[in-house]
C-alpha cells in the first residue's frame, strides 16, 4: 500500500477521489503499475489510479493460505462453504470414523470428474441467467490460458475472466505453484519499480517473476497493462526465473522513463 | 494359478529366432498359406492370441495375417519389439496412462509418449491406415512424422490426449490425402493459432468423420463450411462451442445426409456481428431435413429455447449427449418424450430425479446411461438420488451400463437395479461423499454392491463409492467372477478387503485403488495375480517403498513406479520411507523405461 501512495503522489494526487475523466486517462496509460481492473468496488478505488509495486504481481504468496476466497484452481467448483485444505492423505484415517467424514476437507481428484467438465460446467454456473442476460452479458466465454512455471512437473490452466485484477491472479498462481517456488522477496515484499536497482536485483535473483505471451507472440511481463488489456492480450503464462526475465524488463523501464 | 497359458510366456515367445523343435516336420509351404489365409478372417484380438499359442506354425501365421494391433499398456511391450513380431500391421491401437490419470493424480510429464512409436512405425509399416490413440501424448513433431511416413493413412482417433496444438492437426489435414476420419474427443489442443480446416486440400475430400468438439480455439468458419461443402462421404461431424447456432444451421443445410452430430455451442454466438440474429432460422427444418440422423451431442451452451428444434430427429435418435446441457427437469422431459428408440444417454444431473423418471418411461431401449454432475463438490444437496436409480432400473430393463453421480443413495435403490437390470455389465457408482453410508438406514453400502455382483451376472467393470467395510470385497471376491475393473475410492477397513479381491476375481485385469487402508500384507497376497493383470494403481493407500521394493524384486517382470505427487500445500505426514503418493504397477517385457520424469522412481 505504501507503494501504491508514493506512486501516487508522484502523479500529482490523482487519488481515489479523482474525477472520471482522471480516472480514464490513467487506465489506458501505459505505466508500470497495476491500474487495477476497473472494479467498482470501494476497496480497490485507492488502487485504481494508483500504481503499485511491480512485485505485488511478482510476489507469489507461498505460505500456506488457509483460504477466505474460493478455490482458486480448476479442479473445483468455486464452493461457498469454509476453510479447506488439500489433503491427500488422512482419508485411509477418517475411514476409522464413518459417522464424521471430514467435510470441509478437499482432495485432490475427488470426486472423479475430469478437468475438461469440470471446467465446462464452472463456466456455466456462472451463466445461470436467462437467455436475454446471457445475450446481453460481454463475452463470458473463459480465457484458459496454460500456465507453466520453470522447474515445476506439470503445467496449469487458469481461465483469467475468473480474476478481477493482477492481484487476484497473483494470489490464485502463488497457491498452485507455492510447493515449487522458494522465496521471499525481501522484507517488506515491495519493490519499488522506479527503483531501477531495485528491480535489476529482482531480475538477477532467482526468484520468480511471472511473464505472458501476447497476441502477437511476444513474451511480456506480466502488470504493464491494465488488467483488461492483458486478460484479452494474454495466451499463455510463464513463471520463470527472475534472472531469465532480465530481457524484458528494460521495455518496462522504458516505458515508465518515458512517462516521469 | 488355474492359467494354463502364462501371458508372459507367450509375449515372451516371439523373442530372438525360433528354431524349429528337433524332430518337428520341415516347415510345409502349402499349409503355412492354408493357414495364413484362414486366419486373416480371425479378428478378434483374444482369440488370435490364443490361436497364436497352438504351435509355431501357427504363432508364425498369426503374427503375419494380424493386421489390428491392440497395446493395452504403451509400456508392456516396445516399439521394437511389437514391430518385429507383427511385420503387417495396418492399424494400431495404443493406451498408454491410466485412468486415474485423469483426475490429476498423475504428474503431467510421467509419459506414455507417441514418439518411439510413430518412429518405429514411419519405418516398419509404411502402409499404417490407422491409429488410435488413448492417454497418450503427442506433440506436434510426431504428427507431422506421421503425416509425412504413411500416404495411405486414412483414420486417426486421439481420446484424453494431449501435448499437441493446431500446428500438428494443420499437418494431418494437408498431408494426408485419403484422410476419412479425424476424430478428437476429450483431447487437449494448444492453440498455436494455426488455420488447421484452411489446411485441408482443395477439391473433394473422402472425409467421413471430423470430430473436434473438445478443441478450445476458435476455428474459420468459413473454411469448415467451404469443407463440409467438399465432403460428401461426411457422415459424423462434431463441432467445438466456438461455433454458433446459426453457424450450424449453414452447415446443417449443406450436410443433411449427417449421421451423427455435435452441435457446438447451441447458441448465439457473442460478437453480435449479424444485426439480424433477432429473425430466427428455420432451425427446425434444417433437423428434420438430417433424416439419418442417430447420434446428437454438443449443446455445450444451449439456449433451451432452440432446444423444440431437434425435435423432428428424437424419434430417430440412439445416442443423445447432453452432458454439458445445463437443462432444467421441464425442458429435458420435453426432449425426452420424444426419444423412443434412445440407447445411449449421457446427462448433467440438472434434469433431476424427475428427468430420470422422464427417461424411465420414454426410453424403454435404454442401454447406457451416465448422469454426470453439474457440481462435483461434496458438501451440498444433489440433484439426483436413490429415486432417479430406482425409476431407471424400473423403466430400462435392458440397462447394461451406468455411470452415475451423487449425492446420497441408498442399498435398497441398488439392490433393485440389480434385480430389474440383470444385463448390466458396467455398473459405475459415484456417491460424491466420501464414507457416505446409505442415506435411510445409515448402514454401509455393503449390501448395494454385493447384490450387483451377486445378481448381474455379465458384470465386467464395477466403481464402488460410499461407505464400505471389507464385506463389500467379500462379496465382489465371491461373486464377481468376470469383473475386469475395479475401481475403489475410501472404501474398506484391512487388508482383507484387498486380499477378497486379488484372491477371488480371476479375471481381474485393471484395478485401481486410492485412498483406502490396503498395506503390504495385501499387496504381497495378489503377487500371483500381477503377471495377468495389465496394471494396479494403488495411491494414498497403506503400502510401504519396502513393500514395493519387495514385490519389485521377487516379480523381474513387473514394473513398479512409485510416483510423487506435489501438490501446493500437502503436508507429507508419512514415515520416512514413504516418500510416495502413488503405486503404480504393470506387467512389461521391456527394461525400465527411460523416459520418465524425476518424480517418479521406478524400482
Given at each position: 500500500m505504501e507503494?501504491s501512495?508514493k506512486?501516487?503522489?508522484?502523479?500529482?494526487?490523482?487519488?481515489?477521489?479523482?474525477?472520471?475523466g482522471?480516472?480514464?486517462?490513467?487506465?489506458?496509460?501505459?505505466c508500470?503499475?497495476?491500474?487495477g481492473?476497473?472494479?467498482?468496488e470501494v476497496?480497490?478505488?485507492?488502487?485504481?489510479?494508483?500504481?503499485?509495486?511491480?512485485?505485488?504481481?511478482?510476489d507469489?504468496?507461498l505460505?500456506l493460505?488457509?483460504?477466505?476466497?474460493?478455490?482458486l484452481?480448476l479442479?473445483?467448483v468455486p464452493v461457498?462453504?469454509?476453510?479447506?485444505e488439500?489433503?491427500?492423505?488422512?482419508?485411509a484415517?477418517?475411514a476409522?470414523d464413518?459417522?464424521?467424514?471430514?467435510?470441509?476437507?478437499?482432495?485432490?481428484?475427488?470426486?472423479?470428474?475430469r478437468?475438461?467438465r469440470?471446467n465446462?460446467m464452472?463456466?456455466k454456473?456462472s451463466k445461470?441467467e436467462?437467455?436475454?442476460?446471457?445475450?446481453?452479458?460481454?463475452?463470458?466465454?473463459a480465457?484458459?490460458?496454460?500456465?507453466?512455471?520453470?522447474?515445476a512437473?506439470?503445467?496449469r490452466k487458469v481461465?483469467?475472466?475468473?480474476?478481477?485484477?493482477y492481484?487476484q491472479l497473483s494470489?490464485?498462481?502463488?497457491?498452485?505453484?507455492?510447493?515449487?517456488?522458494m522465496?521471499?522477496?525481501?522484507?517488506?515484499g515491495?519493490?519499488?519499480?522506479?527503483?531501477?536497482?531495485?528491480?535489476?536485483?529482482?531480475?538477477n535473483?532467482?526468484e520468480y517473476?511471472p511473464?505472458?505471451e501476447?497476441?502477437?507472440?511476444?513474451?511480456?511481463?506480466?502488470?504493464?497493462?491494465p488488467?483488461?488489456?492483458?486478460?484479452?492480450s494474454?495466451?499463455?503464462?510463464?513463471i520463470?526465473k527472475g534472472?531469465?526475465?532480465?530481457g524484458?524488463a528494460?521495455?518496462?523501464m522504458?516505458?515508465c522513463?518515458?512517462?516521469? | 494359478m488355474?492359467?494354463?497359458?502364462?501371458?508372459l510366456?507367450?509375449?515372451a515367445?516371439?523373442?530372438?529366432d525360433?528354431?524349429?523343435?528337433?524332430?518337428s516336420d520341415?516347415?510345409?509351404?502349402?499349409?503355412?498359406?492354408?493357414?495364413e489365409t484362414v486366419?486373416?478372417?480371425?479378428t478378434?484380438?483374444?482369440?488370435r492370441?490364443?490361436?497364436?499359442l497352438v504351435?509355431?506354425?501357427?504363432?508364425r501365421a498369426?503374427a503375419l495375417t494380424r493386421s489390428e494391433?491392440f497395446i493395452?499398456?504403451?509400456?508392456?511391450?516396445?516399439?521394437?519389439r511389437a514391430?518385429a513380431?507383427?511385420?503387417?500391421?495396418e492399424?494400431i491401437?495404443?493406451?498408454?496412462?491410466?485412468?486415474?490419470?485423469?483426475?490429476?493424480?498423475?504428474?503431467r510429464?510421467?509419459g506414455?509418449?507417441?514418439?518411439?512409436?510413430?518412429?518405429?512405425?514411419?519405418r516398419?509399416?509404411p502402409?499404417?491406415e490407422k491409429?488410435?490413440?488413448?492417454?497418450?501424448s503427442?506433440t506436434?513433431?510426431?504428427?507431422?512424422l506421421?503425416?509425412d511416413?504413411?500416404r495411405q493413412?486414412?483414420?486417426?482417433?486421439?481420446?484424453?490426449c494431449?501435448g499437441?496444438?493446431?500446428?500438428?492437426l494443420?499437418?494431418i489435414?494437408?498431408?494426408?490425402?485419403?484422410l476419412r476420419v479425424l476424430?478428437?474427443s476429450?483431447t487437449e489442443v494448444i492453440d498455436d493459432?494455426?488455420d488447421?480446416?484452411?489446411s485441408?486440400?482443395?477439391g473433394?475430400t473422402?472425409?467421413e468423420s471430423?470430430?473436434?468438439?473438445c478443441?478450445?480455439?476458435?476455428?474459420n468458419?468459413?473454411?469448415?463450411e467451404?469443407?463440409?461443402?467438399?465432403s460428401?462421404?461426411l457422415?459424423?461431424l462434431?463441432l467445438?462451442?466456438?461455433?454458433s447456432?446459426?453457424q450450424?444451421y449453414?452447415l446443417?443445410?449443406?450436410a443433411?445426409?449427417?449421421?451423427h452430430?455435435g452441435?457446438?455451442?447451441?447458441?448465439?454466438s457473442?460478437?453480435?456481428?449479424h444485426?439480424?440474429?433477432?429473425?430466427?432460422?428455420d432451425?427446425?427444418s434444417?433437423?428434420a431435413?438430417?433424416?439419418s440422423?442417430?447420434?446428437?451431442?454438443?449443446?455445450?451452451?444451449?439456449?433451451?429455447e432452440?432446444?423444440?428444434?431437434?425435435y423432428?430427429?428424437?424419434a430417430n435418435l440412439?445416442?443423445l449427449?447432453?452432458?454439458?446441457t445445463?437443462?432444467?427437469?421441464?425442458?429435458?422431459?420435453?426432449?425426452?418424450v420424444?426419444c423412443?428408440?434412445?440407447?445411449?444417454?449421457?446427462?448433467?444431473?440438472?434434469?433431476?430425479?424427475?428427468?430420470?423418471?422422464?427417461?424411465?418411461?420414454s426410453?424403454?431401449?435404454?442401454?447406457e446411461l451416465?448422469?454426470f454432475p453439474?457440481?462435483?463438490?461434496?458438501d451440498?444437496?444433489g440433484?439426483v438420488?436413490?429415486v432417479?436409480?430406482?425409476?431407471?432400473?424400473e423403466g430400462?430393463?435392458?440397462?447394461?451400463?451406468?455411470?452415475?453421480?451423487?449425492?446420497?443413495?441408498?442399498?435398497?435403490?441398488v439392490?433393485?437395479?440389480?434385480?430389474n437390470c440383470?444385463?448390466?455389465?458396467?455398473?459405475?457408482l459415484c456417491?460424491m461423499?466420501r464414507?457416505?453410508?446409505?442415506?435411510v438406514?445409515r448402514?454401509p453400502m455393503d449390501e448395494g454392491?454385493?447384490?450387483?455382483v451377486?445378481?448381474?451376472?455379465?458384470l465386467?467393470r464395477?466403481?464402488?463409492s460410499?461407505?464400505l467395510t471389507?464385506?463389500?470385497?467379500s462379496?465382489?471376491?465371491?461373486?464377481?467372477?468376470l469383473?475386469?475393473?475395479?475401481?475403489v475410492?475410501?472404501?474398506?477397513?484391512s487388508?482383507m478387503g484387498?486380499?477378497?479381491v486379488?484372491?477371488?476375481?480371476?479375471?481381474?485385469?485393471?484395478l485401481?485403488i486410492r485412498?483406502?487402508?490396503?498395506?503390504?500384507e495385501a499387496?504381497?497376497?495378489g503377487?500371483?495375480r500381477y503377471?495377468?493383470?495389465?496394471?494396479?494403481w494403488?495411491?494414498s493407500?497403506?503400502?510401504s517403498?519396502?513393500?514395493c521394493?519387495?514385490?519389485?524384486?521377487?516379480?523381474?517382470?513387473?514394473v513398479?513406479?512409485?510416483l510423487r505427487?506435489e501438490?501446493e500445500d500437502a503436508?507429507f505426514?508419512?514415515e520416512d520411507?514413504?516418500?510416495?503418493s502413488?503405486l503404480y504397477?504393470?506387467r512389461?517385457?521391456?527394461?525400465?523405461?527411460?523416459?520418465?520424469?524425476?518424480?517418479?522412481t521406478?524400482l
Open positions: 507503494v501512495r506512486m501516487v503522489n508522484l502523479l500529482g494526487g490523482g487519488g481515489g477521489g479523482g474525477g472520471v482522471d480516472l480514464n486517462l490513467k487506465e489506458t496509460e501505459l508500470l503499475g497495476l491500474p481492473g476497473g472494479s467498482s476497496a480497490e478505488t485507492l488502487r485504481a489510479t494508483g500504481k503499485r509495486g511491480f512485485s505485488e504481481t511478482v507469489l504468496k505460505n493460505q488457509t483460504e477466505e476466497s474460493a478455490p484452481d479442479k473445483e461457498k462453504n469454509g476453510p479447506k488439500k489433503n491427500l492423505l488422512s482419508a484415517d477418517s476409522k464413518p459417522a464424521k467424514p471430514p467435510a470441509k476437507a478437499q482432495v485432490v481428484g475427488w470426486p472423479p470428474v478437468s475438461y469440470k465446462m464452472a463456466q454456473s445461470d436467462s437467455p436475454i442476460d446471457q445475450k446481453l452479458s460481454t463475452a463470458s466465454a480465457a484458459f490460458v496454460k500456465v507453466s512455471m520453470d522447474g512437473p506439470y503445467l481461465d483469467l475472466k475468473m480474476y478481477n485484477s492481484d494470489d490464485a498462481l502463488g497457491k498452485m505453484f507455492s510447493s515449487f517456488t522465496g521471499n522477496y525481501g522484507a517488506q515491495m519493490i519499488d519499480f522506479m527503483n531501477e536497482s531495485k528491480l535489476m536485483d529482482l531480475l535473483s532467482s517473476v511473464t505472458y501476447d497476441k502477437d507472440g511476444d513474451w511480456m511481463l506480466v502488470g504493464d497493462v488488467w483488461e488489456m492483458f486478460v484479452e494474454c495466451k499463455r503464462l510463464r520463470m534472472s531469465e526475465a532480465i524484458l528494460p521495455r518496462a522504458e516505458k522513463k518515458s512517462r516521469s | 488355474g492359467d494354463n497359458h502364462h501371458p510366456a507367450e509375449m515367445e516371439e523373442d530372438g525360433h528354431q524349429p523343435l528337433r524332430g520341415p516347415p510345409d509351404q502349402v499349409l503355412d498359406t492354408v493357414l486366419l486373416q478372417f480371425l478378434c484380438r483374444q482369440d492370441n490364443s490361436a497364436s504351435c509355431q506354425s501357427w504363432h498369426e494391433l493395452g499398456n504403451c509400456y508392456a511391450v516396445s516399439p521394437a514391430t513380431r507383427f511385420p503387417r500391421v492399424s491401437y495404443i493406451k498408454g496412462r491410466p485412468r486415474f490419470a485423469d483426475f490429476n493424480l498423475m504428474p510429464n510421467w506414455a509418449h507417441f514418439r518411439p512409436w510413430v518412429s518405429a512405425m514411419s516398419a509399416y502402409w499404417l491409429v488410435y490413440l488413448k492417454r497418450m503427442l506436434n513433431d510426431d504428427l507431422a506421421l503425416a511416413s504413411f493413412f486414412k483414420e486417426l482417433e486421439l481420446v484424453f494431449e499437441f496444438g493446431t500446428k500438428g494443420s499437418e489435414a494437408s498431408k494426408c490425402r485419403q476424430d478428437l476429450d493459432a494455426m488447421w480446416i484452411s485441408f486440400p482443395e473433394e473422402p472425409l471430423l470430430t473436434f468438439d478443441v478450445e480455439c476458435e476455428i468458419f468459413e473454411a469448415l467451404g469443407l463440409v461443402a467438399r460428401p462421404s457422415k459424423k462434431r467445438n462451442r466456438y461455433v447456432i446459426r450450424l449453414q446443417l443445410i449443406k443433411p445426409q449427417l449421421t452430430l452441435t457446438g455451442s447451441f447458441s448465439q457473442e460478437n453480435i456481428q444485426l439480424d440474429d433477432n429473425q430466427d432460422l432451425y427446425h434444417a433437423f431435413a438430417c433424416k440422423l442417430v447420434c446428437l451431442s454438443g449443446f455445450k451452451e444451449v439456449m433451451p432452440y432446444l423444440p428444434s431437434i423432428p430427429v428424437c440412439t445416442s449427449n447432453f452432458s454439458y445445463n437443462i432444467n427437469p421441464q425442458q429435458f422431459r420435453s426432449v425426452i420424444h423412443h428408440k434412445l440407447q445411449n444417454l449421457w446427462l448433467l444431473d440438472t434434469v433431476c430425479d424427475e428427468g430420470l423418471q422422464a427417461v424411465a418411461a426410453c424403454k431401449d435404454l442401454r451416465r448422469v453439474v457440481h462435483p463438490d461434496e451440498i444437496e440433484p438420488s436413490e432417479g436409480l430406482q425409476a431407471i432400473s430400462c430393463r435392458k440397462l447394461q451400463s451406468i455411470l452415475y453421480f451423487c449425492q446420497r443413495m441408498t442399498n435398497e435403490a439392490i433393485a437395479m440389480s434385480r440383470p444385463d448390466l455389465v458396467v455398473f459405475r456417491i461423499g464414507h457416505q453410508p446409505d442415506h438406514t448402514k454392491f454385493g447384490a450387483i451377486k445378481n448381474c451376472r455379465k465386467t464395477l466403481a464402488v460410499g461407505l471389507d464385506k463389500a470385497f462379496y465382489i471376491g465371491q461373486y464377481g467372477k469383473v475386469r475393473t475395479l475401481s475410492a475410501f472404501a474398506g477397513d487388508d484387498l486380499r477378497y486379488l484372491e477371488g476375481c480371476p479375471r481381474l485385469q485393471k485401481e485412498d483406502s487402508p490396503f498395506g503390504d499387496l504381497w497376497a503377487a500371483h503377471y495377468n493383470m495389465r496394471f494396479l494403488m495411491s493407500c497403506r503400502v517403498r519396502l513393500g521394493q519387495e514385490i519389485a524384486r521377487s516379480m523381474p517382470h513387473l513398479v513406479e512409485l505427487y501438490e503436508p505426514v508419512e520411507n514413504n516418500n510416495f502413488v504397477m504393470y512389461s517385457l521391456e527394461q525400465t523405461r527411460n523416459d520418465a520424469p524425476e518424480s517418479v521406478i
